[in-house]
């Protein structure tokens, strides 16, 4: 079973940063790809950014691109998500996942297991 923790959640104001972490368990962490979404109140569910199982390729939302960094150090088994000049509509809970299959995802269902997530709020 995999258990994944986020954290580094809160409150900051638009123009702030934030980083947030996701603590991975019971698999090899470094064999998959990893991924962050998010999901305001009232939306779906979207992607944010994932990363390859070695750290050498990423991909973003196209709208985040040039804010927000994706990263991983495999030897603490955790995966990063570095928000940069955040803004008011960046507000939403922000989770993590791991897919099992081969290849990156970008949707929902390309991943197999979740976080609960953590709460961003940036506030004007």
């Known amino acids: 079973q995999v258990q994944l923790v986020e954290s580094g959640g809160g409150l900051v104001q638009a123009g702030g940063s934030l980083r947030l972490s996701c603590a991975a368990s019971?698999?090899?962490?470094?064999?998959?790809?990893m991924g962050w979404f998010r999901q305001a109140p009232g939306k779906e569910r979207e992607f944010v950014a994932t990363?390859?199982?070695?750290?050498?390729?990423?991909y973003y939302a196209e709208s985040l691109k040039g804010r927000f960094t994706i990263s991983r150090d495999n030897a603490k088994n955790t995966v990063y998500l570095q928000m940069n000049s955040l803004k008011p509509e960046d507000t939403a809970v922000y989770y993590c996942a791991l897919r099992v299959l081969y290849g990156l995802g970008v949707t929902p269902s390309d991943y197999g297991y979740w976080g609960q997530g953590t709460q961003v709020t940036v506030s004007s």
């Open positions: 990363i390859t199982k070695s750290g050498s390729n990423t």
């Open positions: 019971g698999r090899t962490f470094k064999n998959y790809n």
